[in-house]
């Protein structure tokens, strides 16, 4: 199973394509953690895309297609994959499709997470981050069991650079102009789905997992 998570930046996500990828046992492909994980280890991508993040702008698209292009293709994406974050913009929708095609291949959904921009701004100010493991949580609707500690790893819990108010603004225009078009793309490849991302996170994924059945 082959599957897009669409949505703001804070709509869920991250969140819902983790418990995606740990029930049909598929690996959770986020482009975000990716150049996160460059950015920490001092990469030269990582270098490259912090400018980018920072400023709450996209990364450009010749350097995070061919990165994706080769990570689906490695062995542990054979019986498919959860893409978060990418694509956002209508040229990596196309570099997608094509690549796909090559190989006799589609994607089979694409989940847009919907939530308005009004609750976007308190849920991204209220995330915490673990930049270890890459595990989220929200100081109110998901707190570690200690505050400030990951549950997963026992690292310490950040708010993320591009997480801060004015950032998050920036991170939504951009959103609305480059990667809401492609809603419309998959609406008219017949794959869209839609689910209400202001629910409960629980009722969330109970949506995608009936969409999915
Ligand atoms: P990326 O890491 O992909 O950020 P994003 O798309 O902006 O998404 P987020 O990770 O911020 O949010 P999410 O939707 O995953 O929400 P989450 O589950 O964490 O990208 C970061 C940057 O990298 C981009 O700005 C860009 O610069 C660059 N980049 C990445 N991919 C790129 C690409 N393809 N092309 C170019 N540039 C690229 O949830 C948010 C919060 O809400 C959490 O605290 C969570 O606990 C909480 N929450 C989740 N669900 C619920 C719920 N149902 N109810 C209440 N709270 C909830």
Do not use: W
Not at 41 to 66: F, H, R, S, W
Not at 177 to 188: F, G, S, V
Not at 191 to 200: A, F, R, W
Request: include cysteine; hydrophobic fraction near 35%.
């Amino acid at each position: 199973m082959k599957i897009i998570m669409l949505g703001a930046p804070g709509a869920g996500k991250g969140t819902q394509a983790k418990q995606i990828a740990a029930k049909y046992d598929i690996p959770h492909i986020s482009t975000g953690d990716i150049f996160r994980a460059n950015i920490k280890n001092g990469t030269e991508l990582g270098k490259k895309a912090k400018e980018y993040m920072d400023q709450g702008l996209l990364v450009p698209d010749e350097l995070t297609c061919d990165l994706v292009m080769d990570r689906i293709q490695e062995d542990d994406c054979a019986k498919g994959f959860v893409l978060d974050g990418f694509p956002r913009t209508i040229p990596q929708a196309e570099a997608l499709t094509a690549a796909l095609e090559k190989i006799g291949q589609k994607m089979d959904f694409a989940i847009d997470v919907d939530v308005p921009d009004e609750n976007i701004v308190n849920r991204m100010s209220g995330r915490r981050a673990c930049l270890e493991c890459g595990a989220t949580y929200h100081i109110v609707a998901i707190p570690p069991k200690q505050e400030g500690v990951c549950d997963n790893c026992g690292s310490k819990l950040v708010l993320r650079d591009d997480d801060k108010p004015e950032t998050v603004q920036k991170r939504l225009d951009v959103y609305h102009e480059q990667t809401q078009p492609l809603i419309d793309y998959y609406n008219k490849a017949g794959i869209l789905k839609s689910v209400d991302g202001t629910q409960p996170m629980e009722k969330v994924f109970e949506d995608i997992t009936n969409i999915l059945a």
